[in-house]
């Protein structure tokens, strides 16, 4: 493909054709012909393939250029009658605007939804329109959008309030709505109808065109040539890596080539791929078509003749252009919409419209898209047609919904999307109900799409095809259509709208009948279940269907005839579903206490049985409507309520119930774990409100309506439990009989469950309609419990309550009169708390706990009670009164089967023989006998005089048993067991009961002599035992305080007496303590620090008493004392290239084989950091572990080739003890001693004596230079006692001089990015340059942290920071000595102007602290070589004095024109100090002329200096207190005024900066002429360089703005750099320098030392040196990359109102910038710890690893 013919030159012929053209005279002879359709037809036939697919490569630019001047101005000629450019200008003018937005989302932009005022979740705004609206202040949603949909602002019915947005308010003058076609002329509109009927029966036919050779009648072109496309269309079945591997094949192009294409398919949905005559294209197609066949249906490949392929190009155009055309004026969206819907030849369902909906799966992707978008801004903009278009749609709805269960493209592509559009809006869904049976229609297509089934006609989801599978899958979104048409309620019903909502609800019913009891199961004996039964499916339908049938429940709640009807219905289904079951089941009767019952044999553990029962479900539901609507008491013989059979409504609720319990129980655990996962989503909160909820009531109800005793049998019968407590004498034999210890434990869950089945059909009263309570109550009940466990996050609490059909919990309501929030920190989030008065309202039997959370909860409650000193009962809460239909509940607990069960277990717990019960038997046989007393009590509190209490549960247990077996009664086992020895933990809740039963005997008793005394006597007597009882605690915890008390005091007197007794051991043990800290921190404290002030450079240096320094190692626990001449210690360090600092990012990277790095620029760039974990090590302890480490690895790569969060071969580990990302150690050195030799020269000597030492190294270098042999005889000027031959002898040990190369070489392989060389010259320069930029980040840490520069540094800092140092100053022992005496004459050279050195850089371009690290540190090589007693300490003061005068000239010619302050008159302190500037700066100047701007304020002058070399001075402090071990001043550990003299003073300077120039003035003026000299200098400062003002602001990462929609806004407008215009499935933001990149796909992959990388790992090493910080704004999610294989996720810096993160932007909550949180992440960056990060959370999380972090 070259490139030559993609700008191809149209033949010359064309040209002149296309130039004489006239659009204007094309339009007027069409005005003419009588035959319009024809015209056209020609026109198009010979315009079209001249212009579109002339060659392989298409050229859109001039093709739309040509197609707009050929093909659409005649038609916008024509349909104006005058030029196009005024004729629709006037057009716009006469146009009322719809008030409908219609704005069509892009994938990926921000939509809103109110969740106060929105109809549904579907009714979204789009930005501009939220901003405008009401909602703003609402609780409001956010999301992203998928891309097509449109906002629905102006749109009345889907608002509840607020519809309008400013911009589309309407105005009061257009009420009157006029027919927009008013406006225009008959001529006009007949001319519109005619374009718009050609162009879009001519689109409609080209885009639904299916031959590939020939055109549709009246197109064929005059010539045809052999031109012909491969054109490949898009599938979602075969996968990228698949497609651009057959490309490559087939059509022999590069795999970039291939990734294109794949890209451009995936996009388009088509994509030609060869170009050529039929043979040639057809041979790629046979390739493709071979390639992909294997494993599933292969691509789908055409080819198709160019001009077919040129029309259909056309006719996505013609679509475009009239989208655009309709919009200058809705009386051309009209004529539109009527052109498209008018009927076609061929009668019912043939407009275009139509034609267009009923061909959607057989078109292209781009070709959908197109024509969707241009219903949505035609037909869906206008109500009147968007009603007719409903109409169409719902009458094709079955053959569409057909149509995209066979296709396979996402539903986002298919025309049964736009539902959504229509079925939302409740006027159009009661009309579509109403006149075309929607609702029938959707269920029953849903139906016939499920087609197997079992004998009894039961959906059979087993051994399901994978392509059966698929095809359920799509059929779930019929379920969707049914939630949308359902999602608001009729507020009045018509007789039509009934008749068809039930004949709807009749075919719901046919539904439920298929699922009734399918996916039954049997209890495995024996054997383990061979294989896991498929059980997903149906539960997937299950969920599916749960807000529906909630929806179809509240629609029967809105009308008592419709709630009646549906009733009858329900129940009838219900009959016919038992009748169907009842075969071969026994009928036996039951009987214990003196009742019995008829009922069934049946035996859960041994028949079939299934936990889905949708049809008694829905009955429980329309039961309770019954209750809450009053129906049941005001219609009562409208019900057929005489004729239901209790015990059939419970059978199958019961069953299902019994089997949790066995579940439970372990019985089941050979039916594996399908089974465990039904019980689970039975009870989960996605599933229990239609199922385990319902079959609750459903076993209320039907209880409600039998005798008590009868139900309490039937429920033992089926728990398989009933033999244990029928015979006489229960309460002995049982403990006898069985002996096999299972079934003992089986039996004893068995009967903890049914117990707790009691307590819920009888507690449980908290669904309006079952007990009297509000819609809220409910709610506010979950969030208690849920609070009971433990404080929780919103979004935990919303994930625990179930939703409705908007998605709504119905929490906010309600969550502030139960909990307090407390804010969160700068992690963590924000969490509700109980408020204490709601906690007596805690369950511990609470219906909706799992067993862990009960658990959770009681251990919580009862510990809240121990703080509160309270007692430790948990006794069961108060509860509202039942509903009347229900009211006969209560009877249940003074029924004399539970009576003689509660008896039993208790009598159990008093001769406790053998295992046969348990304590939560017990408790639950105590929380019941609690319950009973309660409902009691209320029952007295709220009886009036003349009616009795009926409930008597205080006499029913007081009653011993009858007489043959005279068992005691129920209290006096009580009272028994109140002392009981084994059990202590339930004394507080018998005592408890104890009391009740009291305080109950006394209200009856005054009831029954007066009813003048109220209830509150009896409260007042349980009050005052409770005192008493709280009295006794409080003394007891006193007591127990006092003599805790008392034994500390004894232990600190005995351990003071033993200090005394042993001093001289504590002391000794203090001292070798001092010793072993490390020098700086002890140092800190020395005495020296008293006497003179600290000073920590130059001749006057303090002298800090030597200390042995003794370090242990981590890895073998042994002591040893850092010298010089014994084993190394070395520290572990990580060694980074940074841009942290960097004052230029677009700097190109270096090439790292001849880069010199001797000289800093200032503008810091690039940078090596060196970190450590502080953590010490022998080196042969190291090298060790380090050995062991890469054996391991090497071991584990041959078995699984996976990352691991370090890599060995690039020398990393993780820390042996704190498992710190490492990749080199650091040997620690002793310090240095100082030289006290008295030759101290002055500057000016000092300048000659290094002049000399020079010149002989010049000459000496020379030598070395293999040149001649006789050369060697000429003497070299050596000045005496400086022996250039003499070769010192390196102090070190032999481990030390091997970990000194260990490092160097390190830092010099990662600094460069090179292969490891020790030999290389650059080694030291690496080091020392690391040393500088350490030193320098850490300085500016502290100033962005305000923290003061000593003593706030964390010991490993400061370790790093001192062994780096001493590192620094004997490297060059390592090196080779001449190649380091050679650095230092470059350096120097940069100082003192050296004729011998050539190129010596400007001042300009060099960082002095880089410059002055860089030459203390390598003087010492040349130091070792001088034997005239120069001390070190002078030399260093000299060259720092010098460096300092350099900085300050730097900053005066760098130093910008003066803002205009007020000129702040000084006080004669800085007089002095603003003379000197001047005096400076006009030196300067005469030296650079007109380069420098004529400053007249000293002050300004002064004050840019001062603040500009304070880091400067701060570096050289950290790094003179480092090297030579001087403790600093303590007005430096504090942030307290004085700084600067107490600075200058500790480095020996002069606090007025400007003496050290004065005072050399002769000195000093000759080399500050050769430093302006420079050439570059005047370059630079003419605009020529990078010029870096001082100080250097700190880099931060970038300003996010505070909304975080915002941010997706900006996202969703970006495209892709690469895919011309396309939108970035994953924008992603540099928060380092605000770039935004297209992550995690093919288009934007570039190549990377030979591998394919992602966007962002590709920026990260043109902006981050390796390391990157990005922010995914579709995921709301931070990401950390280093290198290329390693990467974490990071919690983003936004935060929604309850104090959390909504990764994934799952929530929708508005989120906020939370500015603590972007400071953490900036401080990470600052501190160079993202790569640790990374580490820790790779080692944390090892899911982590796995990602293919290169690709994002």
């Not at 039907?702 to 009868?710: E, I, K, L, Q």
């Not at 509860?879 to 009877?891: D, G």
């Not at 003061?1348 to 964390?1354: A, D, E, I, Q, Y």
Request: glycine residues 6%; negative net charge; aromatic residues 8%.
């Amino acid at each position: 493909m070259a490139a030559a013919e993609s700008d191809r030159e149209v033949p010359s012929a064309l040209c002149t054709e296309f130039l004489n053209f006239s659009a204007k005279d094309t339009a007027l002879k069409w005005l003419q012909v009588t035959d319009l359709y024809k015209e056209v037809y020609q026109h198009l036939a010979r315009y079209v393939p001249k212009i579109y697919c002339l060659g392989p490569n298409l050229n859109p630019q001039s093709e739309d250029l040509l197609a707009q001047l050929l093909l659409q101005a005649p038609l916008e000629w024509y349909l104006c009658g005058e030029d196009p450019s005024t004729g629709l200008a006037k057009l716009e003018q006469n146009n009322q605007p719809s008030q409908l937005c219609g704005h069509v989302f892009r994938v990926g932009e921000p939509t809103y939804s109110c969740r106060e005022c929105a109809a549904d979740p579907t009714c979204v705004l789009c930005m501009q329109c939220f901003l405008g609206s009401v909602h703003k202040e609402h609780r409001y949603r956010m999301t992203t959008s998928g891309g097509g949909g449109f906002c629905d602002c102006g749109d009345t019915e889907a608002w509840k309030k607020g519809p309008y947005c400013q911009k589309h308010e309407p105005n009061i003058s257009d009420s009157c709505q006029e027919d927009p076609l008013a406006h225009l002329s008959t001529d006009m509109i007949a001319r519109c109808y005619n374009v718009f009927a050609i162009v879009l029966k001519y689109a409609v036919d080209m885009l639904t065109w299916d031959k590939e050779d020939e055109l549709p009648p009246g197109l064929e072109p005059p010539d045809r040539g052999d031109t012909y496309y491969c054109m490949l269309f898009n599938d979602e079945v075969h996968t990228y890596e698949q497609v651009i591997y057959t490309l490559q094949k087939a059509v022999n192009c590069t795999q970039k080539e291939a990734v294109s294409f794949a890209t451009t398919v995936d996009r388009d949905g088509r994509k030609s791929v060869r170009f050529g005559d039929f043979a040639f294209c057809e041979q790629a197609k046979s390739v493709i078509v071979r390639n992909t066949s294997r494993q599933s249906k292969p691509l789908r490949v055409q080819v198709m003749h160019s001009s077919v392929v040129a029309h259909q190009c056309f006719a996505l155009k013609a679509l475009h252009w009239l989208g655009h055309v309709i919009g200058y004026s809705d009386a051309l969206r009209r004529i539109l919409c009527q052109v498209g819907l008018e009927r076609g030849p061929e009668g019912e369902n043939s407009s275009l419209v139509d034609t267009l909906m009923l061909c959607d799966s057989k078109m292209w992707k781009g070709a959908r898209n197109v024509y969707h978008q241009l219903f949505m801004s035609s037909l869906l903009m206008d109500l009147k047609y968007k009603k007719l278009f409903a109409i169409q749609f719902a009458k094709n709805y079955e053959r569409l919904q057909s149509d995209y269960v066979k296709d396979d493209h996402d539903r986002e592509f298919s025309v049964t999307d736009l539902s959504v559009q229509m079925f939302t809006v409740p006027s159009l869904a009661r009309m579509l109900i109403t006149e075309e049976n929607l609702m029938t229609t959707i269920i029953r297509t849903f139906v016939d799409h499920l087609r197997h089934r079992d004998l009894q006609g039961r959906f059979q989801f087993e051994r399901y095809t994978a392509q059966q599978a698929f095809k359920f899958r799509r059929v779930q979104s019929l379920i969707g259509d049914l939630k949308y048409v359902l999602i608001s309620r009729p507020t009045e019903w018509s007789d039509q709208l009934r008749e068809k909502f039930l004949e709807g609800l009749d075919t719901f019913l046919e539904l439920f009948k298929c699922m009734q009891g399918m996916d039954p199961v049997v209890r495995q004996v024996g054997q383990h279940i061979e294989m896991e039964p498929e059980w997903e499916a149906a539960f997937t339908l299950q969920m599916k269907l749960t807000h529906i049938i909630s929806m179809m429940q509240e629609w029967c709640a809105t009308d008592e005839r419709v709630l009646i009807e549906a009733y009858k219905k329900c129940l009838t289904a219900l009959t016919h579903c038992h009748s169907g079951f009842t075969d071969g089941e026994q009928p036996i009767t039951l009987s214990m206490c003196g009742h019995s019952v008829d009922t069934i044999r049946y035996c859960v553990s041994q028949e079939k049985v299934s936990i889905h029962l949708p049809v008694s479900r829905l009955l429980a539901g329309l039961h309770v409507l019954l209750s809450k609507m009053e129906v049941a008491y005001r219609f009562p013989e409208q019900l057929p309520l005489s004729e239901l059979s209790p015990p059939m409504l419970i059978e199958h609720p019961l069953r299902c119930l019994v089997l949790c319990a066995q579940v439970h129980a372990g019985m089941w655990r050979r039916n594996g774990f399908s089974l465990v996962n039904q019980i689970y989503y039975y009870h989960n909160v996605k599933c229990r409100v239609e199922m385990f909820d319902k079959d609750l009531i459903m076993l209320q109800a039907g209880a409600s309506m039998m005798d008590p005793n009868h139900f309490l049998m039937i429920v033992l019968s089926r728990f398989e439990l009933y033999h244990i407590f029928s015979s006489a004498d229960c309460r002995k034999s049982y403990n006898r009989e069985n002996t096999n210890k299972d079934v003992v434990q089986q039996n004893n869950t068995l009967i903890e469950e049914m117990l707790h089945l009691i307590m819920m059909v009888v507690g449980e009263r908290f669904e309006a309609g079952v007990g009297q309570v509000e819609g809220c109550d409910e709610i506010k009940r979950e969030i208690i419990h849920q609070l009971c466990i433990r404080p929780m996050a919103h979004s935990e609490l919303v994930k625990a309550l179930p939703e409705n059909e908007n998605k709504e919990t119905g929490m906010e309501r309600v969550i502030d009169c139960v909990a307090s929030f407390k804010k969160p920190g700068v992690t963590g989030r924000g969490l509700y708390e109980l408020r204490p008065e709601c906690a007596k309202q805690f369950n511990l039997y609470f219906h909706h706990y799992s067993r862990a959370d009960q658990s959770k909860a009681e251990e919580a409650q009862r510990k809240l009670k121990r703080q509160n000193g309270e007692d430790m009962a948990l006794p069961p809460p108060m509860l509202p009164p039942f509903s009347p239909l229900f009211a006969s509940l209560v009877n249940i607990l003074q029924c004399d089967v539970l009576l003689g069960m509660l008896g039993a277990v208790l009598q159990w717990a008093v001769e406790p023989s053998g295992g046969h019960w348990s304590e939560s038997m017990l408790q639950r046989v105590l929380h019941l006998i609690g319950m009973g007393l309660l409902e009691e009590q209320q029952q007295l509190k709220n009886s009036s005089e003349d009616h009795d209490v009926s409930f008597n549960f205080t006499l029913k247990i007081s009653r011993p048993g009858e007489a043959p077996s005279n068992t005691a009664s129920v209290l006096a086992l009580l009272e028994n067991l109140q002392n009981a020895p084994h059990l202590e933990v339930h004394k507080d809740m018998i005592r408890w009961i104890l009391k009740m039963v009291a305080s109950i005997k006394t209200m009856r008793e005054l009831t029954a002599s007066t009813y003048t005394v109220t209830a509150s006597g009896s409260h007042g007597q349980e009050e005052m035992v409770c005192d008493k009882d709280k009295a006794e605690r409080k003394r007891k915890a006193e007591m127990a305080r006092l003599r805790r008390e008392k034994i500390m005091a004894q232990m600190s007197e005995m351990q003071r007496h033993f200090i005394n007794e042993n001093k001289e051991l504590f002391q000794q043990s203090l001292e070798e303590l001092y010793a072993s800290a490390s020098t700086s921190t002890s140092l800190e404290h020395s005495p020296t620090s008293s006497d003179a002030a600290l000073v920590c450079v130059g001749p006057r240096r303090s002298r800090p008493r030597e200390k042995r320094q003794v370090v242990t190692c981590i890895l073998c626990q042994e002591e040893q004392e850092i010298r010089a001449d014994s084993k190394a210690m070395v520290l572990a360090a990580f060694v980074q290239r940074s841009t942290v600092m960097s004052k230029n990012r677009k700097r190109p990277p270096h090439d790292p084989e001849h880069y010199d790095p001797l000289f800093m620029h200032p503008d810091l760039s690039f940078g090596t950091h060196t970190g450590s974990c502080g953590h010490i090590m022998h080196s042969h302890c190291w090298q060790r572990y380090f050995e062991a480490v890469q054996a391991k690895e090497q071991r584990r790569q041959q078995r699984l080739r996976v990352h691991t969060s370090y890599d060995v071969g690039n020398g990393e580990f993780l820390c042996p003890l704190c498992e710190c990302l490492s990749n080199t150690v650091i040997p620690l050195l002793p310090g240095t001693k100082g030289s006290n030799s008295c030759e101290q020269p002055g500057l000016g000597q000092w300048l000659k004596i290094s002049g000399q030492q020079i010149k002989a190294m010049h000459s000496a270098h020379r030598k070395l230079q293999p040149v001649g042999v006789d050369a060697v005889e000429e003497q070299c000027p050596a000045t005496e006692n400086f022996r250039i031959d003499y070769t010192p002898m390196s102090p070190y040990s032999s481990t030390i001089k091997e970990m000194l190369t260990t490092f160097g070489t390190a830092t010099y392989k990662v600094g460069l990015k090179v292969h490891p060389n020790e030999q290389d010259p650059r080694v030291p320069i690496m080091c020392w340059g690391s040393c500088a930029y350490t030193i320098q980040s850490i300085e500016r840490l502290l100033v962005d942290e305000e923290k003061p520069l000593f003593g706030s540094l964390p010991c490993r800092q400061d370790d790093c920071l001192s062994s780096l140092a001493r590192f620094g100053s004997a490297c060059w022992t390592a090196a080779s000595q001449p190649s380091v005496q050679g650095h230092y004459i470059r350096l120097v050279a940069a100082l003192i102007p050296d004729p011998q050195v050539e190129t010596s850089p400007c001042i300009l371009d060099i960082d002095m602290l880089h410059l002055l690290v860089s030459v203390v540190l390598s003087y010492g090589s040349v130091h070792s070589q001088d034997s005239s007693g120069l001390s070190v300490d002078a030399v260093q003061l000299h060259f720092f004095h010098l460096i300092t005068v350099a900085h300050m000239v730097q900053m005066l010619l760098t130093s910008g024109p003066e803002e205009v302050t007020m000129e702040q008159e000084s006080g004669g302190a800085e007089r002095e100090e603003e003379e000197d500037i001047c005096a400076l700066y006009n030196t300067l100047r005469t030296h650079l002329g007109s380069s420098l701007p004529e400053v007249a304020s000293g002050w300004h002058l002064w004050r840019c200096v001062k603040t500009g070399i304070l880091p400067y001075l701060r570096g050289a402090a950290l790094f003179f207190h480092h090297l030579n071990g001087v403790p600093t001043p303590p007005e430096l550990h504090a942030l307290c005024p004085g700084q600067w003299e107490v600075l200058c003073g500790y480095l020996s300077l002069p606090s007025n900066l400007l003496q050290l120039y004065h005072s050399q003035k002769e000195l000093l003026e000759p080399l500050l002429y050769g430093w302006c000299s420079h050439p570059g200098v005047r370059q630079t400062l003419q605009g020529g360089g990078v010029l870096v003002s001082f100080p250097r602001e700190s880099n931060s990462l970038i300003d996010l703005p505070d909304d975080y929609s915002a941010l997706i806004n900006q996202a969703s407008s970006f495209t892709c750099p690469k895919s011309g215009g396309d939108k970035s499935r994953a924008p992603t933001l540099c928060l380092v320098c605000g770039s935004m990149l297209c992550s995690q796909s093919y288009c934007c992959q570039t190549e990377l030392d030979g591998e394919d990388v992602g966007a962002c790992t590709a920026h990260t090493f043109a902006c981050g040196a390796g390391v990157g910080i990005f922010l995914r704004v579709r995921e709301s999610q931070v990401l950390f990359l280093s290198g290329k294989t390693k990467g974490c996720f990071y919690a983003p810096p936004y935060l929604d109102d309850y104090g959390e993160t909504d990764q994934g932007l799952r929530r929708g909550n508005p989120l906020h910038l939370c500015r603590q949180r972007y400071r953490k992440i900036q401080k990470l960056w600052r501190q160079h710890s993202v790569t640790e990060e990374i580490g820790h959370a790779q080692e944390a999380n090892q899911t982590l690893v796995g990602i293919d972090w290169q690709h994002l």
